[in-house]
């Protein structure tokens, strides 16, 4: 996107905006030009450090608060939760969530996913909401390719570009499927308004769960390279695990190469960067895909600003 249609796209927002009584800087995609304007908003307000839940039968599972946006606010913590499957948690991992005071989690898994890995295990009381996104069948490809052992139908399946084409083309039914759409707003709307802490995760809590992780941070008026690099940091968490399954695959003969697992394992600036492509492509930026997108209107818009910036 050009520069002048980021001003422009900005100040119709700006004027939108002001209707709900919200800053108009709420979700600009650049710093402030004004030296006054970088001197209250700093250019990189960032470095903040992302707060992990340490769990041993989950790796990806963070407090999404502590994030200062372009308003001059920050992200208030213990309200949002973001995280990989919490089916194998331990019981120590259990009593660790119950401490979350959560009301809701909110599970993107689809019906395969749960079939395979289980139902989450979560504190007495809490059960999960299940709101399945699509994965374009990715799970039961990747199930297929490891169960056959076919060192020559793996990299037919995965390799030569193949497994990176499949993630990009999911990222983007995050924007053009209505379905997916209608899941992510029901969960926004939930978050809006604010009947307690809320989790919600998919399998990996890095591609359904990084999506909207990056949706929500850039509606509340953080950075963009922030929000970007909150996405990224699902490498780091899960990094260790995912080198841990690939040499398993490999010792016990079930993959030759397991390396081809690797673009489907980690998150990469080119899947968001397709979701985001979309987006602009068909709602005009990323104010067009909250309100017309996902069908969230300013007072909702408004309500999510006052619940979780502070």
Not at 102 to 128: H, K, N
Not at 279 to 286: I, N, R, T, V
Request: proline share 5%; with cysteine; hydrophobic share 40%.
């Amino acid at each position: 996107m050009s520069r002048a249609r980021i001003r422009l796209a900005t100040a119709v927002l700006a004027a939108a905006l002001a209707m709900a009584g919200l800053p108009a800087s709420a979700f600009a995609r650049t710093a402030p030009a004004t030296a006054d304007a970088q001197h209250r908003y700093p250019a990189h307000p960032q470095a903040e450090t992302i707060r992990q839940i340490p769990l041993q039968g989950a790796v990806n599972v963070r407090d999404l608060g502590g994030y200062r946006t372009w308003t001059g606010g920050k992200v208030r913590r213990g309200l949002v939760y973001r995280s990989d499957a919490l089916s194998r948690l331990t019981p120590a991992d259990v009593t660790t969530v119950a401490g979350l005071g959560l009301t809701e989690v909110v599970d993107f898994r689809i019906p395969a996913e749960l079939q395979y890995d289980g139902a989450d295990r979560l504190p007495a009381g809490l059960t999960a909401t299940s709101r399945p996104v699509s994965d374009l069948g990715l799970y039961a490809t990747l199930v297929g390719a490891i169960a056959s052992g076919d060192p020559v139908q793996q990299e037919r399946m995965l390799g030569g570009g193949r497994a990176e084409a499949y993630m990009r083309d999911i990222y983007r039914t995050f924007v053009t499927s209505p379905e997916n759409r209608a899941q992510f707003a029901a969960t926004l709307r939930e978050i809006a308004d604010g009947r307690g802490p809320l989790l919600y995760h998919c399998t990996s809590g890095k591609d359904r769960t990084g999506w909207l992780s990056y949706v929500l941070l850039r509606a509340l008026a953080v950075p963009e390279d922030t929000a970007e690099r909150d996405y990224l940091a699902s490498n780091t968490f899960r990094g260790a695990y995912d080198a841990q399954v690939r040499a398993g695959l490999k010792q016990s003969g079930r993959m030759l190469n397991p390396d081809l697992l690797i673009p489907l394992q980690e998150v990469r600036t080119d899947y968001l960067d397709s979701a985001t492509a979309r987006m602009e492509a068909d709602f005009g930026g990323f104010y067009g895909y909250l309100t017309n997108g996902l069908g969230l209107d300013l007072r909702t818009l408004a309500k999510l600003q006052a619940r979780l910036v502070g």
